[in-house]
C-alpha cells in the first residue's frame, strides 16, 4: 500500500515523494582507476543525435568531466552510473559503477521524450545549477537553497515552462512541481530541453532516491550524490550521458 502511494504521488507532482528523509551522506574517495568511457559512449544507441559515436566525439573534445547512465534496454528502471575524468588525454572512471533508478517508464528513445510521460531522455547533456533543501554541501557549481515557495513549472502551457520559480512573484503554471521536499535535499539540474520547447519535459534532475523509480529523473543514494556533486566542476565543463547500451557490447 505504501508503495502504490508513492507511486501515485509520483504520478501526480513529479519525481521525489514528500516526506522523504535521505540517509546521511558516508564518506568515500575516487578509484583513480583507467576507464573506457569513450567505449562505453560508443557502446551506446545512435538511434538520435544526442548519443552514439558523434556524442562520444563531442564530450572527448569538449569534457573533462563525464557521467555515463546507461540502461540494459529503454523498458529498464535501473540503469549503471560512471564517473569519469579526462587526464594525459585518456579517460579515468572516478566513480561507479554505482546502480541509478530512473523513470517509472525506463528510459526514452532519443527525442522521444514528452511531460508527463514517465521516461528519462536519452542524449548528452550538460548541467545547470545545483539545489538542495539542506544547505550547500560544499559544491562547485552555483548553489540555490529550497525554499517553501520555490516550485518548478512543468506546465506546457506557461510562459516559464521548465523553469524554476518563486510563486511569490510570479505564476507557474497550472500543478507545478514543489521543490520543498526531502528527495532534494540535494540535487543537480540536467540541462534537458533548455530551449523549453512546450511538451518535450521538464525538471529533470539528478538527486537523492526514493528507492523506487522516478518521474524521469536519475537518482541516487545520499553518500553517492554527494560525492558526484562535490567532484563536478563547470571549470571542467562536464557532461552527463543518458542512454541505452547496445545489445552485444560489455561495459567499460
Not at 11 to 22: V, Y
Not at 30 to 46: C, F, H, I
Not at 217 to 235: F, H, K, M, S, Y
Amino acid at each position: 500500500m505504501i508503495a502504490g502511494l508513492a507511486a501515485a504521488v509520483l504520478g501526480i507532482c513529479g519525481c521525489p515523494a514528500a516526506g522523504f528523509t535521505h540517509p546521511p551522506a558516508a564518506p568515500r574517495h575516487p578509484t583513480g582507476e583507467p576507464g573506457a568511457a569513450p567505449a562505453v559512449l560508443d557502446a551506446m544507441s545512435s538511434a538520435g543525435p544526442s548519443t552514439g559515436p558523434a556524442a562520444a566525439s563531442a564530450v572527448q573534445q569538449a569534457s573533462g568531466q563525464l557521467v555515463t547512465v546507461i540502461a540494459a534496454s529503454y523498458g529498464a528502471t535501473q540503469a549503471e552510473l560512471t564517473a569519469y575524468r579526462r587526464a594525459g588525454g585518456q579517460w579515468q572512471r572516478v566513480f561507479g559503477p554505482w546502480v541509478a533508478w530512473l523513470g517509472r517508464n525506463g528510459m526514452a528513445p532519443p527525442g522521444a521524450k514528452r511531460e508527463g510521460d514517465g521516461r528519462t531522455p536519452s542524449g548528452t547533456f550538460g548541467f545547470g545549477f545545483f539545489f538542495g533543501v539542506d544547505p550547500d554541501p560544499g559544491v562547485h557549481f552555483p548553489y540555490r537553497t529550497v525554499r517553501a515557495f520555490d516550485v518548478w513549472d512543468d506546465d506546457p502551457a506557461s510562459p516559464r515552462y521548465n523553469q524554476w520559480v518563486d510563486d511569490r512573484y510570479a505564476d507557474p503554471g497550472a500543478d507545478p512541481e514543489p521543490m520543498d521536499v526531502g528527495a532534494y535535499g540535494y540535487g543537480a539540474v540536467i540541462g534537458y530541453n533548455t530551449a523549453r520547447t512546450p511538451g518535450l519535459g521538464s525538471a529533470i534532475f539528478l538527486h537523492l532516491t526514493i528507492g523506487m523509480p522516478t518521474a524521469g529523473c536519475v537518482t541516487l543514494p545520499a553518500g553517492e550524490l554527494l560525492e558526484i556533486l562535490r567532484w563536478l566542476n563547470p571549470a571542467a565543463s562536464p557532461r552527463i550521458a543518458m542512454g541505452v547500451r547496445t545489445p552485444g557490447t560489455a561495459g567499460g
